[in-house]
């Protein structure tokens, strides 16, 4: 993280924490954590084809799946997220 960009507004209602990239760190963020503490973290992943392909393949497909069943499933491409909507296409 680059500590300088490193912002936190708390409102009455909210909390928003703005995160930066170092300047050697490239590549999307694939999730994040969060809690009260280390103890108690949650994990959520961003919008991306390639989490969107890997929940899929867990939740449609089981362990005793064969390649050629993930083969024939559907593919499913993220086109756009933003804060007001996701839009994904399916093929």
């Not at 990239?21 to 999307?28: E, N």
């Not at 969107?52 to 593919?75: I, K």
Request: charged content about 20%; proline content about 2%.
């Amino acid at each position: 993280l680059a500590a300088p960009e490193t912002a936190v507004s708390v409102g009455a209602h909210n909390a928003v924490i703005a995160l930066a990239k170092a300047a050697g760190s490239t590549g999307l963020w694939e999730k994040y954590c969060f809690g009260l503490d280390a103890s108690a973290l949650q994990e959520r992943w961003f919008v991306s084809e390639e989490n969107v392909d890997e929940f899929l393949r867990t939740v449609l497909c089981p362990s005793s799946c064969m390649q050629s069943d993930l083969e024939a499933q559907t593919l499913i491409e993220v086109l756009d997220v933003s804060e007001d909507s996701s839009q994904i296409r399916l093929k």
